[in-house]
């Protein structure tokens, strides 16, 4: 296998598209748009004929060039036209550059690798299967997400009203962004940038439900790509916990998709309030792997302390 180190004008992003939408783990995170939004300048790891293709998103601090998994993209790593062993996993993990010092990301299910000093560690995603009849995914609710949407009903609450991906940024942003300060001002462009751009494609809708005042409870924004619906960004004001805004805005896309072949990707469940609630409405667990490699020499490590710098930004 001859695998080739591509910085990001070598990209051929015509035959890198058409890999992704024919690979067997396909995400939507791993098109060169996505990428181009979420990590810009992003370089690659591709087989000649692109039948394998593997991005690499990267930044820089203290001089040193590291891996990270950039925001609102959950899994990267190696995606593949062709069924892959860890035998491949292998050959693409050791043909990362080694200038990219540290090494930390996230990869698909299928993606295993044995190697001394590189870190496997599994991680939680939710996912639902809409491939039943809306009564028979209902059914599989839990009691509380039941009598939530009917208390949603019963308040007055208004769902799935497509409002502007600005509205959504500012409910995110005033509810959870400063409490929790991960993100930063870009950041908050990203987001902004990747819903409008998956608007103007026509695969993304921006949905919130009104409380009986009209004010904005609780919204999310869902894309749609190849068998999957992601529930990719959500946020939802102190009234959504009251009013259950939020139970009824995914109830309603529920409803929209079932008795289709997708799966509505949760995105998410490492935490574990968030894991259960996506169970509350029937999703399965299904685990992910993280991937850390630190190739740091010691005395970084100890001196700049640069390994905790990086993993708070990539978490």
Wanted: aromatic letters at 14%.
């Amino acid at each position: 296998m001859m695998i080739s180190y591509l910085k990001h004008h070598e990209i051929d992003k015509g035959r890198w598209d058409e890999c992704i939408s024919r690979s067997l783990n396909r995400r939507v995170y791993a098109f060169s748009w996505y990428l181009d939004i979420v990590a810009p300048g992003w370089e690659a790891l591709a087989e000649e004929d692109y039948t394998c293709v593997f991005p690499l998103t990267f930044g820089r601090k203290s001089g040193i060039t590291y891996l990270f998994q950039p925001f609102f993209a959950q899994q990267l790593g190696l995606f593949s036209s062709v069924p892959f062993d860890a035998g491949t996993a292998e050959l693409f993990t050791r043909a990362i550059p080694a200038h990219f010092r540290y090494i930390d990301i996230r990869v698909s299910p299928e993606f295993n690798v044995a190697i001394p000093d590189v870190d496997i560690s599994q991680r939680s995603n939710h996912e639902l299967y809409l491939e039943k009849s809306y009564e028979d995914i209902n059914a599989a609710y839990s009691q509380n997400t039941r009598r939530n949407i009917r208390k949603s009903l019963e308040s007055g609450v208004k769902a799935g009203v497509d409002v502007h991906p600005e509205d959504l940024v500012k409910v995110f942003r005033e509810n959870f962004g400063e409490r929790e300060g991960k993100l930063r001002n870009r950041d908050y462009k990203r987001m902004e940038d990747l819903m409008n751009a998956c608007l103007d494609k026509g695969n993304g809708s921006v949905r919130a439900a009104f409380d009986r005042n009209g004010q904005i409870s609780a919204a999310a924004f869902f894309l749609t790509d190849g068998n999957r619906i992601y529930f990719l960004f959500a946020a939802s004001c102190q009234s959504a916990r009251e009013n259950g805004a939020m139970f009824q805005l995914i109830d309603q896309a529920v409803k929209k998709y079932a008795g289709k072949e997708l799966i509505l990707d949760f995105e998410g469940g490492d935490e574990v309030n968030m894991g259960r609630f996506y169970k509350s409405f029937g999703a399965s667990e299904i685990l992910y792997n993280g991937l850390l490699w630190n190739r740091l020499p010691f005395l970084v490590n100890t001196g700049f302390r640069l390994t905790r710098t990086i993993r708070n930004r990539v978490k």
